[in-house]
């Protein structure tokens, strides 16, 4: 990796990996190693689904790229495909190559759609790398710090005429960008009633919900998308990573009524691999297989056992601050502004042949496995992880 600019913020670990196959990644030596993180939480259906493959080297042999003045047939089955498992009837979707984009695009269509300028994000949420969504500056968004809500005793029967919410100019905005359970990759989820009052103040207020699912979406959650849990119809929904299970397609998906507002308003946005065919059959494929093999509720119940055991491991532990987890998205977070203990099992860990996630900047863990994960190799990394436990108890 030489002549590779390797500037990710991570570590290179595996110098070589040179097969990924199901929940495992091989390296030059032989060595495999438990892939608990589904590449950047990308494949949720394991590496190298055969189905998914298939479905590739089936459409490269047709057509892979339309340009812009040709449509195509699967293009429009997977943008009903995505509707359907949204919920969004009269619909319509757009493709994109990455979750940045499906963002970006989402925040450029809401500022076109309502003609109003910035839009609310709350602090913690990471919408993408570049454009609008990576901008961070205060001037660029309306920005809502819910620290204060974290710890509300108010947080589960929240009001609307709660000084934190009756100080949003919402009919200047030009909606809501919510990120449904990542917050910034620590896997936090902001409170139903907190949500679901700042949703309707802002459609009543003529502003659009744009949730974010590049993380949370496809099972990852445990349900189809994270905004499910809070009962709420969005206006549009953004979506990547697990759409493609390793290859890389997005898409934003939004309501009739946006997409009239749009067609009215001569939206335009314009790139190379726009509504590519190629991956469009990755989506349709992908979608067929997590509801043929009932991924959404294994995810949640293999979410729950992994969840239990963890916080059974690490009871009675008083460097841990919290274990918590929405279906196979979870995360441990330990006390402390510095990584020392998540740099400690994330190195051991590797050591033992177990992938996990480690964010820089912060002293916590996430565990994101496929959601097709046998049990038995859950249970080979929680063996493993109790003894580095036991090993560091001893060390202390
Ligand atoms: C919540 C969230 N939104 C958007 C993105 C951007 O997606 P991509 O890296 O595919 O551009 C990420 C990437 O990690 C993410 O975690």
């Keep these: 990796m030489d002549n590779v600019l390797w500037c990710t913020g991570h570590e290179l670990k595996i110098k070589d990996a040179v097969k990924a196959q199901g929940s495992f990644i091989y390296d030059q030596e032989g060595r495999r190693f438990l892939d608990l993180e589904s590449g950047v939480w990308v494949t949720p259906l394991g590496h190298s689904n055969p189905r998914v493959n298939q479905a590739i080297v089936d459409q490269m042999e047709k057509i892979i790229h339309c340009g812009y003045y040709n449509g195509n047939r699967i293009v429009d089955e997977a943008a009903r495909a995505l509707l359907k498992v949204t919920g969004i ?32 994000r709350l ?29 509300c005793p108010e947080r589960e029967t929240c009001r609307k005429d709660c000084p934190v919410l009756k100080e949003i100019p919402y009919g200047e905005l030009a909606g809501f960008v919510f990120e449904p ?26 502003g659009l919900i744009l949730v974010n699912e590049v993380t949370t979406g496809m099972g990852r959650s445990g349900k189809w998308f994270g905004f499910q849990y809070y009962g709420f119809h969005p206006d549009l929904v953004a979506m990547g990573k697990g759409l493609g299970n390793g ?35 990755v989506i349709i494929e992908v979608i067929e297989i997590i509801k043929e093999e009932n991924l959404n509720n294994r995810s949640r119940e293999k979410g729950e056992y992994l969840l239990h ?23 441990l977070e330990f006390f402390g502004p510095e990584n020392k203990e998540a740099a400690y099992f994330h190195r051991e860990l590797f050591n033992k042949g177990f992938i996990v996630s480690l964010r820089p900047g ?14 038995q190799h859950l249970d080979n990394f929680l063996a493993e992880l109790e003894e580095i436990l036991n090993n560091y108890q001893a060390e202390k």
Aim: charged share 20%.
């Design 247 to 281: 290859y890389p397609v997005s898409a934003t998906v939004m309501t009739g009524e946006v997409a009239e507002k749009l067609e009215e308003k001569s939206f335009y946005y314009q790139q190379s691999h726009q509504n590519d065919p190629l991956g469009c059959r």
């Design 181 to 206: 359970g990542s917050a910034g990759g620590l896997v936090r989820f902001p409170p139903k009633s907190f949500i679901v009052n700042l949703v309707q103040l802002f459609q009543e207020n003529g």
């Design 123 to 151: 602090h913690d949420s990471f919408l993408g790398s570049y454009g609008a969504a990576g901008e961070k500056q205060k001037e660029a968004w309306f920005i809502l710090d819910w620290t204060q809500c974290q710890t």
């Design 309 to 331: 055991r963890l916080k059974e491991i690490f009871s009675g532990h008083d460097f841990v601050k919290e274990i918590r987890g929405r279906g196979l998205m979870i995360a």
């Design 89 to 120: 009837n009269q619909g319509k979707a757009v493709f994109l190559s990455s979750g940045s984009e499906a963002v970006e695009f989402g925040i450029k269509a809401s500022h076109k759609a309502t003609g109003r300028g910035k839009m609310l």
């Design 362 to 375: 912060y002293n916590a863990l996430r565990v994101d496995p496929p959601l097709n994960i046998e049990i």
